[in-house]
């Protein structure tokens, strides 16, 4: 886990601000829940490596000794979600759109773009069977990753069910899919020869492992116009799929999604079209989702439909770094101004001065301590703070105040209270 | 813990925008630290019940079932941010501002206003022991409050070195002078008896307590013009105190600060002013803070001066809350328009009449089901939806879309390309 130093908040500031502003464009409303939720409402969630990876909290007070856990850090935001629902039912519409915007934890192997805790930028929606809901919302990620500043991603896509349907008419037994689509969940990782052998040391027969593999190459050669030979529910599935990437082609995701028939995703909850999102130069994905029609109804005992996508903030903000993606106008200095005095006794007026500059709408900061007017100065430039206000004597007695501009090496007096004007104006000429 | 549906985290980004925007007005800059610290960090700087409300976090994998804790969840943002300058020494200059808007974690008692999980909105100024910073801290509070439309806070101040000359003075030995703070900054709930017994029920003998409170009783008569007997460690302390309010009069804290000499802050890491924001209907406080120039040093091995406040988000809220101080303005829907279609077919042009109106500025939600038309305007009359836009099959014919005013019970024909124009107008002219 990593501390933020103020540049890196204001990246991440900047990210999240496009993705609340672009998701909030598309309807969605902001939802936030506790970091901590109870063991039970994650556990069992999130498939085989999941619950593994969860961060338990010790029960409090006599029972600490005990060393028994009651709490969990949150895993991801969308269990949490299921539970809100289940939760605030009565409180909440029908049709739900949300947005969530929070850390999540997990005890995993810290790797480049992956962190014990990230940032997940989600947007689900709750309560339609719709393919708007999928084509919406790939189209309000893929937005807000083109208003980034990204061009070269791409959204895969597949169903839970066309890979179940494939799987058995492959002649992998039902008892061993989900086993079977961990393997296959590794196929960018360890290659087709890879999840064959794997598949295998999980019990699927050597036969039905190759055929597997052998439908991915021809369902990935063919695309979206593949034929399609299992049971009704794989071709409903791949309709489903047909659906949504052409209704998307109306959205901003547009031309950016692709069928990957061996796309798996690891969360166990997905019941429907899954979909995950790539740039070239990043190995993992920058933000994954799909359906999950049945998760709501674990909490509630009643189904609700529902499909989301999450952004994954700290891999989107390790690729802008690299790629140089922001904007030279962040701000990097902690104040436009800073107020330096000559003597500690005129110190209310620089107070007074800032009060003033900060009126004008002004970041100021003052210097607190009666240091040489020279290691002031010295401070502020280190600090890439462009203007200095210094107040002595004369300007006390005057009512006026001097400004440096320190890149320039130049120096006016003003008026105190036509200075925070000049100061504005001088910064937007300088940007 | 609790949920925060949309409107509460509307209202929670309203309060946190004002307050980092006065923040960043004094020249802090953000910080952002991880949630869980190492336990060892946490334990023994929070004084006698702190150690005892901290949520630990239970060792992973091969070690969970030992049952023993290595992390911790936050209790404030002052410890982890002495560890940040600490462990970041070299990247930060030697004055440092800092704010910090994040969750902090006790397993305390729920109350009014009280939570297990809650968010802290911290001020810290590293690197100086002038009173300024105390001023110009109790200035960017004053003013965050006073956007937030408060006028009837006050500040109460007292020193921590003042208080110990007068425990001294008073005869209260010095092993004892913790324990009896722990005592005296009950004052406000068990009251000066109360405070009198508990302090000898702790060890301090009945003359000695007895003296304490009638102290407290003179110097809070006399204020900040009292006469001061005790050593000369309490009679500087006091002079600070009189520094820091002189300064802050040239500050939005003007006329805001009281002395209040039994005012201890039960965090045991303060070593000079201390601070506490009260309005006269909340029983607890809206924030507090004060120096603490010895914290660093337990991680630095080098002390570095400090001085921080903490504003208390759930506090304001639930006071913003119950007198109604939100502004009418903040959004209660989650969209400015619903895009309705009479026919599924249809739906393709739905979403690009949504991408259009999204194109102009707008909150667009497309109704994702084929339902009957009726059923889709109620929905988004039920979720404050202003505007409907309709598409028939003769608006796709010609290019237009019926936009329906709900409140107004009218509605309009427009080509696609000027709806959105004209639906942010009529938005503005309803707001």
Same mark, same amino acid.
């Given at each position: 886990?990593?501390?933020?130093?103020p540049?890196d908040?204001?990246?991440?500031?900047? !990210?999240?601000?496009?993705?609340?502003?672009?998701?909030?464009?598309?309807?969605?409303?902001?939802?936030?829940?506790?970091?901590a939720? /109870?063991?039970?409402?994650?556990?069992?969630?999130?498939?085989?490596?999941? /619950?593994?990876?969860?961060?338990?909290?010790?029960?409090?007070?006599?029972?600490?000794?005990s060393?028994?856990?009651?709490?969990?850090?949150?895993?991801?935001?969308?269990?949490?979600?299921?539970?809100?629902?289940?939760?605030?039912?009565?409180?909440?519409?029908?049709?739900?759109?949300?947005?969530?915007?929070?850390?999540?934890?997990?005890?995993?192997?810290?790797?480049?773009?992956?962190?014990?805790?990230?940032?997940?930028?989600?947007?689900?929606?709750?309560?339609?069977?719709?393919?708007?809901?999928?084509?919406e919302i790939?189209?309000?990620?893929?937005?807000?990753?083109?208003?980034?500043?990204?061009?070269?991603?791409?959204?895969?896509?597949?169903?839970?069910?066309?890979?179940?349907?494939?799987?058995?008419?492959?002649?992998?037994?039902?008892?061993?899919?989900?086993?079977?689509l961990?393997? !296959?969940?590794?196929?960018?990782?360890?290659?087709?020869?890879?999840?064959?052998?794997?598949?295998?040391?999980?019990?699927v027969?050597?036969?039905?492992?190759? #055929?597997?593999?052998?439908?991915?190459?021809?369902?990935?050669?063919?695309?979206?116009?593949?034929?399609?030979p299992?049971?009704?529910?794989?071709?409903?599935?791949?309709? /489903?799929?047909?659906?949504i #990437?052409?209704?998307?082609?109306?959205t901003? #995701?547009?031309?950016?999604?692709?069928?990957?028939?061996?796309?798996?995703?690891?969360?166990?909850?997905?019941?429907?079209?899954?979909?995950?999102?790539?740039?070239?130069?990043?190995?993992?994905?920058?933000?994954?989702?799909g359906?999950?029609?049945?998760?709501?109804?674990?909490?509630?005992?009643?189904?609700?439909?529902?499909?989301?996508?999450?952004?994954?903030?700290?891999?989107?903000l390790?690729?802008?770094?690299?790629? /140089?993606?922001?904007?030279?106008?962040?701000?990097?200095?902690p104040?436009?101004?800073?107020?330096?005095v000559?003597?500690?006794?005129?110190?209310?007026?620089?107070?007074?001065? #800032?009060?003033?500059?900060?009126?004008?709408?002004?970041? !100021?900061m !003052?210097?607190?301590?009666?240091?040489?007017?020279?290691?002031?100065?010295?401070?502020?430039?280190?600090?890439?703070?462009?203007?200095?206000?210094?107040?002595?004597?004369?300007?006390?007695?005057?009512?006026?105040?001097?400004?440096?501009?320190?890149?320039?090496?130049?120096?006016?007096?003003?008026?105190?209270?036509?200075?925070?004007?000049?100061?504005?104006?001088?910064l937007?000429?300088?940007?």
């Amino acid at each position: 886990m990593r501390d933020f130093l103020p540049e890196d908040v204001r990246h991440r500031e900047y !990210v999240i601000g496009i993705i609340t502003r672009v998701y909030e464009r598309y309807g969605f409303e902001p939802l936030e829940t506790p970091a901590a939720e /109870n063991l039970e409402t994650l556990m069992g969630k999130y498939g085989e490596e999941g /619950n593994q990876l969860i961060f338990k909290i010790l029960k409090r007070g006599e029972h600490e000794a005990s060393g028994q856990a009651d709490l969990a850090l949150r895993y991801d935001l969308t269990v949490p979600l299921a539970r809100v629902i289940a939760h605030h039912q009565a409180k909440l519409p029908r049709l739900f759109k949300r947005y969530q915007i929070q850390p999540v934890w997990r005890a995993d192997r810290p790797a480049r773009g992956r962190f014990r805790e990230f940032y997940q930028c989600d947007v689900d929606a709750l309560g339609s069977t719709s393919p708007v809901i999928e084509a919406e919302i790939c189209g309000a990620v893929s937005e807000a990753l083109t208003e980034l500043g990204f061009a070269d991603f791409t959204i895969r896509m597949n169903h839970r069910q066309l890979l179940t349907s494939m799987l058995a008419w492959c002649g992998v037994p039902e008892p061993l899919h989900s086993t079977a689509l961990v393997a !296959v969940d590794k196929l960018d990782k360890i290659g087709p020869e890879g999840v064959e052998g794997e598949m295998q040391a999980r019990g699927v027969d050597a036969q039905a492992a190759h #055929a597997v593999l052998q439908e991915f190459a021809r369902l990935r050669e063919a695309g979206f116009d593949a034929a399609i030979p299992f049971d009704a529910t794989g071709q409903e599935a791949f309709k /489903n799929l047909g659906a949504i #990437a052409s209704l998307a082609q109306n959205t901003p #995701a547009a031309n950016r999604i692709r069928f990957d028939p061996s796309l798996a995703r690891g969360l166990s909850y997905y019941t429907g079209a899954i979909m995950e999102i790539n740039v070239p130069d990043l190995a993992g994905s920058l933000g994954g989702g799909g359906r999950y029609d049945n998760l709501v109804g674990m909490f509630l005992g009643q189904s609700i439909p529902a499909c989301g996508f999450s952004l994954g903030l700290e891999r989107i903000l390790v690729v802008m770094g690299e790629r /140089n993606m922001f904007p030279p106008s962040l701000a990097t200095t902690p104040a436009d101004v800073m107020v330096a005095v000559f003597d500690a006794k005129d110190t209310p007026h620089a107070l007074r001065v #800032a009060q003033m500059l900060r009126a004008s709408g002004l970041r !100021v900061m !003052v210097y607190p301590d009666p240091d040489k007017i020279g290691k002031q100065i010295k401070y502020a430039d280190t600090q890439g703070i462009p203007f200095v206000a210094i107040l002595g004597g004369d300007e006390i007695a005057n009512g006026t105040v001097t400004v440096k501009h320190l890149a320039a090496q130049t120096q006016t007096i003003y008026d105190q209270a036509a200075a925070g004007a000049a100061i504005l104006e001088g910064l937007t000429h300088r940007g």
